[in-house]
């Protein structure tokens, strides 16, 4: 019987009970399916047929680790998704690539670190913007701020992560958030599978409320995309590099613009929430890409 492990964090040893899901789907196609805390020094990786990354969610602090660890199993085993793969998606300078195609994507301005944020400024035209790492999961170190407010504790936000060698991205906070909500699109081996609208989650100058200290709190509905939703997000996803199906799975979230033009505010390859119980047959569609990468190896 193949062997396949689901990649998880010590918060959540058995995975979240979205991902359990996976686990008697991929028994009903003959895969044992196990949890494997990513950072278990004495787990023998190579004893897997596959790695499914699912919830190593306490990568953002340690990505030069977390990264080698990729890579290091993908030697001994097969790592979905690729390593090379997460490496360019856990660094969010990817949204300028796939801006540079010509792609809609949420306005988005980097500062880096050794740039002089003496007199730093959030980008004009916004009336609320928000701060962030590029390296970052869960929403963590991430605020919303009112430009009417006043700069400055947008600027020691940006100061604090620049001085610890972060690089900074600063996004336009986008009013459809609050009332149409993002939708996120999933896709399992570029073919989508199901599509969810996740709420709103920031409040101006707070952080909500957070689960185990690595995400906040989401209120998550099933979603019919539309039609535009559905093409800019297949469009999006062929900016991967190696191409949308060389990955397991995808998510694309979407927002509206002023326009109603829906733009990619994130494209989740690393480790993403799949939200596989909110449509009906989601795990078994992920359990049989997942046997599909078996058989083909």
């Keep these: 019987m193949p062997r396949v492990a689901l990649a998880t964090c010590e918060q959540f040893p058995d995975l979240d009970v979205e991902d359990q899901l996976l686990i008697p789907a991929l028994a009903r196609l003959g895969i044992d399916a196990v949890p494997a805390v990513w950072t278990d020094a004495g787990i023998d990786w190579s004893s897997f047929d596959a790695v499914v990354v699912r919830e190593t969610w306490d990568y953002a602090t340690r990505r030069d680790e977390y990264l080698a660890w990729t890579r290091h199993v993908d030697a001994v085993s097969m790592l979905l998704n690729p390593p090379h793969v997460i490496a360019w998606d856990t660094d969010k300078h990817y949204l300028q690539e796939i801006a540079d195609a010509g792609l809609p994507v949420v306005p988005t301005f980097f500062v880096e670190p050794g740039d002089d944020v003496t007199e730093w400024l959030p980008p004009s035209g916004s009336a609320e913007f928000v701060v962030k790492p590029a390296v970052s999961c869960g929403s963590t170190d991430t605020v919303r701020y009112a430009a009417t407010g006043g700069p400055d504790d947008a600027r020691a936000h940006v100061r604090r992560l620049v001085e610890d060698n972060r690089s900074v991205m600063v996004q336009p906070y986008l009013e459809a958030v609050d009332t149409a909500g993002e939708t996120a699109l999933l896709f399992f081996d570029g073919v989508f599978s199901h599509a969810i609208r996740k709420g709103p989650l920031l409040t101006i100058g707070v952080e909500g409320?957070?689960?185990?200290?690595?995400?906040?709190?989401?209120?998550?509905?099933?979603?019919?995309?539309?039609?535009?939703?559905?093409a800019t997000a297949e469009a999006i996803i062929e900016c991967i590099p190696g191409g949308a199906s060389g990955t397991l799975y995808a998510r694309v979230d979407l927002i509206p613009d002023a326009d109603g033009r829906p733009c990619l505010l994130e494209l989740e390859l690393a480790e993403p929430s799949l939200f596989l119980s909110h449509s009906v047959g989601a795990p078994d569609r992920l359990a049989a890409a997942i046997a599909g990468r078996l058989d083909r190896a």
């Design 209 to 230: 409320e957070w689960v185990e200290g690595l995400f906040l709190q989401e209120q998550i509905d099933p979603r019919t995309p539309s039609d535009v939703e559905l």
